[in-house]
């Protein structure tokens, strides 16, 4: 799925802007560029303290839904228990792994080089990149009309494009076809445009034109987004990270950094199987990090080259194989939700059939609509029926038997008990990727409001939010620093697997609230001088400011109830 998916028919509400929402991100710690002091790498990100704990929460949360706690407790098709185990496996694996999956062969995006500046350009994303992001186009379109109502082509204006050759065009595209033999081409452009065509020319063709010194037998020419040059054919480039392990650096000892999790699970599923008392239906979860040498890595850490994945690979009969997939899919959409992505920003998008791979009987995206894909959506998480695709591919490659002997089903004997059937399970994949997940999170919790004292703030869900609580004093004296640095330690104590407990004694107790909201902490506990006399502590509730008064014993128990933990 591409960050540009189709926009949907859902009601658009106002697109968030991406520029704010990075900016809160760097001020308050949440991500930083990863080695910025070097002036950054591209595709690469670090989290600050607040990012890494707000990804370390929903880490977690997969991890309790998927794999302690599979789907809450829920049952599956025909009233089955849903049982899941961890697995860890390797960033590095057997090259014959890559081989098996398909990725050494096929794992590419076609790409074109320009032969004059070396720049290389994604072969299906060419026309968007010029249009978007080239500086000659930019400047070239200025020198087009308008189009008249009715038609849908920019009228040209030949010596206003002559000039623009000779002038701006020298220093922005030097090889471009007009600039480098402005009368030939500018010829062959006005014939078409003035011949008898049977449709004009769209503005696309008119600058493949410009970008071609003559019309030949291979028609028109794509010029290179940077300097204009005619761009070469495309070719694969693969998306794989390659090392050595070992210490000689030759073909011999060249290993991959994964571009997926999945396989790991697929090679262990023997090992599994065979160490534990553990029987099929089940699913087997793996998180960790995937790296893809994205071409154009972008959209903040939507598309980045180290990312995170949490991928559930469950295996069941092939007959009961479509009823886990709705499962699973249904549930996969709850899951988000659950977490604080409900809305009209989050949508379930079946692939149709000819987008399904030769092996698949169903996929789907969860997809959310980010700022910077709206009014479209982009991919949060695929689930995919894959069939025993990847078992029979591992089989066939390393020779080892992936059949599962199934006790429950087969020949009944006469002595009562089975036969046992052997067969390749079917798999049901939930791929899902935890840095797009934190930033729709940060999307989502991304809240505008001028007549609060943080006109900007942070509505994480209480499950996911970094900060769970602060404590205050109201001011530093009178006993209250030793009050709230009591409650402070109790919280701590209490809450510290969830999160962290704040406290603060500086600024104004507004300037507090409003440097807690921005972090997206859901509850403060204030300390005031009523404290003193009744033992009753304000709560202010970050979401609507709004504040009551408890005792300060029920405090833990308050919070242990909005956490849920
Ligand atoms: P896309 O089409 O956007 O490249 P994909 O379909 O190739 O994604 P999968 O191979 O299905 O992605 O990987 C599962 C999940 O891993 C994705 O849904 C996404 O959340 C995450 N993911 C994949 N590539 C990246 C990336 N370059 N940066 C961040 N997350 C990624």
């Given at each position: 799925?591409?960050?540009?998916?189709?926009?949907?028919?859902?009601?658009?509400?106002?697109?968030?802007?991406?520029?704010?929402?990075?900016?809160?991100?760097?001020?308050?710690?949440?991500?930083?560029?990863?080695?910025?002091?070097?002036?950054?790498?591209?595709?690469?990100?670090?989290?600050?303290?607040?990012?890494?704990?707000?990804?370390?929460?929903?880490?977690?949360?997969?991890?309790?839904?998927?794999?302690?706690?599979?789907?809450?407790?829920?049952?599956?098709?025909?009233?089955?228990?849903?049982?899941?185990?961890?697995?860890?496996?390797?960033?590095?694996?057997?090259?014959?792994?890559?081989?098996?999956?398909?990725?050494?062969?096929?794992?590419?995006?076609?790409?074109?080089?320009?032969?004059?500046?070396?720049?290389?350009?994604?072969?299906?994303?060419?026309?968007?990149?010029?249009?978007?992001?080239?500086?000659?186009?930019?400047?070239?379109?200025?020198?087009?009309?308008?189009?008249?109502?009715?038609?849908?082509?920019?009228?040209?204006?030949?010596?206003?494009?002559?000039?623009?050759?000779?002038?701006?065009?020298?220093?922005?595209?030097?090889?471009?076809?007009?600039?480098?033999?402005?009368?030939?081409?500018?010829?062959?452009?006005?014939?078409?445009?003035?011949?008898?065509?049977?449709?004009?020319?769209?503005?696309?063709?008119?600058?493949?034109?410009?970008?071609?010194?003559?019309?030949?037998?291979?028609?028109?020419?794509?010029?290179?987004?940077?300097?204009?040059?005619?761009?070469?054919?495309?070719?694969?480039?693969?998306?794989?990270?390659?090392?050595?392990?070992?210490?000689?650096?030759?073909?011999?000892?060249?290993?991959?950094?994964?571009?997926?999790?999945?396989?790991?699970?697929?090679?262990?599923?023997?090992?599994?199987?065979?160490?534990?008392?553990?029987?099929?239906?089940?699913?087997?979860?793996?998180?960790?990090?995937?790296?893809?040498?994205?071409?154009?890595?972008?959209?903040?850490?939507?598309?980045?080259?180290?990312?995170?994945?949490?991928?559930?690979?469950?295996?069941?009969?092939?007959?009961?194989?479509?009823?886990?997939?709705?499962?699973?899919?249904?549930?996969?959409?709850?899951?988000?939700?659950?977490?604080?992505?409900?809305?009209?920003?989050?949508?379930?998008?079946?692939?149709?059939?000819?987008?399904?791979?030769?092996?698949?009987?169903?996929?789907?995206?969860?997809?959310?609509?980010?700022?910077?894909?709206?009014?479209?959506?982009?991919?949060?998480?695929?689930?995919?029926?894959?069939?025993?695709?990847?078992?029979?591919?591992?089989?066939?490659?390393?020779?080892?038997?992936?059949?599962?002997?199934?006790?429950?089903?087969?020949?009944?004997?006469?002595?009562?008990?089975?036969?046992?059937?052997?067969?390749?399970?079917?798999?049901?994949?939930?791929?899902?990727?935890?840095?797009?997940?934190?930033?729709?999170?940060?999307?989502?919790?991304?809240?505008?409001?001028?007549?609060?004292?943080?006109?900007?703030f942070m509505k994480f869900h209480p499950r996911l939010a970094?900060i769970k609580a602060a404590?205050?004093?109201?001011?530093?004296?009178?006993?209250?620093?030793?009050?709230?640095?009591?409650?402070?330690?109790?919280?701590?104590?209490?809450?510290?697997?969830?999160g962290?407990?704040?406290?603060?004694?500086?600024?104004?107790?507004?300037?507090?609230?409003?440097?807690m909201d921005?972090a997206g902490c859901p509850y403060c506990?204030?300390?005031?001088?009523?404290?003193?006399?009744?033992?009753?502590?304000?709560v202010r509730d970050r979401d609507?400011?709004?504040?009551?008064?408890?005792?300060?014993?029920?405090?833990?128990?308050?919070l242990?109830?909005k956490l849920?933990?």
């Amino acid at each position: 799925m591409s960050d540009h998916a189709p926009a949907s028919n859902a009601p658009a509400s106002p697109v968030k802007s991406m520029d704010a929402i990075m900016a809160l991100c760097k001020r308050r710690g949440f991500i930083y560029q990863a080695s910025e002091i070097y002036g950054g790498i591209n595709g690469f990100w670090d989290y600050g303290p607040l990012g890494a704990q707000l990804k370390k929460n929903l880490r977690d949360a997969w991890w309790q839904d998927m794999i302690m706690r599979p789907c809450w407790g829920k049952q599956g098709p025909g009233g089955r228990e849903v049982r899941c185990v961890p697995l860890e496996t390797c960033i590095v694996q057997h090259p014959r792994v890559w081989q098996a999956s398909g990725h050494l062969a096929g794992f590419a995006d076609l790409m074109r080089k320009c032969p004059k500046c070396g720049h290389f350009v994604r072969a299906d994303q060419l026309w968007d990149t010029i249009v978007q992001s080239s500086e000659w186009f930019a400047s070239l379109i200025q020198e087009f009309e308008p189009s008249p109502e009715g038609t849908q082509t920019p009228q040209m204006n030949a010596d206003r494009l002559l000039k623009w050759a000779r002038t701006k065009g020298k220093k922005l595209a030097p090889n471009l076809a007009l600039v480098r033999n402005p009368e030939v081409t500018l010829s062959w452009l006005v014939t078409r445009v003035n011949g008898q065509p049977t449709a004009p020319p769209d503005v696309i063709e008119i600058l493949r034109h410009l970008a071609t010194e003559q019309l030949n037998a291979t028609g028109l020419q794509d010029p290179c987004t940077r300097c204009g040059a005619v761009l070469g054919e495309p070719a694969p480039f693969k998306l794989m990270f390659e090392t050595w392990a070992g210490l000689t650096q030759t073909e011999d000892n060249k290993v991959y950094l994964r571009p997926e999790t999945a396989q790991g699970i697929f090679v262990q599923f023997k090992n599994v199987v065979d160490t534990n008392r553990i029987k099929i239906p089940f699913g087997i979860g793996n998180t960790g990090k995937s790296f893809r040498n994205e071409i154009t890595p972008r959209n903040f850490t939507f598309r980045s080259r180290e990312f995170e994945q949490a991928e559930l690979e469950f295996f069941c009969p092939p007959d009961e194989s479509l009823e886990w997939y709705k499962f699973w899919r249904d549930f996969r959409m709850e899951w988000w939700k659950s977490i604080g992505l409900a809305g009209e920003n989050l949508i379930l998008r079946e692939h149709e059939k000819d987008e399904l791979s030769f092996y698949s009987q169903g996929t789907s995206d969860v997809e959310y609509r980010f700022p910077f894909t709206a009014p479209g959506f982009g991919e949060l998480e695929g689930i995919a029926h894959r069939g025993n695709y990847d078992l029979t591919q591992h089989q066939k490659e390393s020779g080892a038997k992936m059949e599962y002997n199934d006790t429950e089903r087969g020949e009944l004997l006469p002595n009562g008990q089975r036969r046992g059937e052997r067969y390749l399970p079917h798999c049901i994949e939930p791929a899902a990727g935890l840095d797009r997940g934190v930033l729709a999170i940060l999307c989502e919790a991304y809240t505008k409001d001028e007549s609060r004292p943080s006109p900007e703030f942070m509505k994480f869900h209480p499950r996911l939010a970094p900060i769970k609580a602060a404590v205050f004093p109201l001011v530093a004296k009178d006993g209250m620093p030793e009050i709230a640095e009591k409650l402070h330690k109790e919280l701590t104590d209490r809450f510290w697997r969830v999160g962290a407990i704040e406290t603060d004694e500086k600024q104004t107790i507004g300037k507090r609230y409003a440097r807690m909201d921005e972090a997206g902490c859901p509850y403060c506990f204030t300390i005031d001088s009523d404290t003193l006399k009744d033992q009753t502590v304000t709560v202010r509730d970050r979401d609507t400011g709004s504040q009551e008064r408890i005792g300060i014993d029920n405090v833990s128990g308050f919070l242990a109830d909005k956490l849920q933990v």
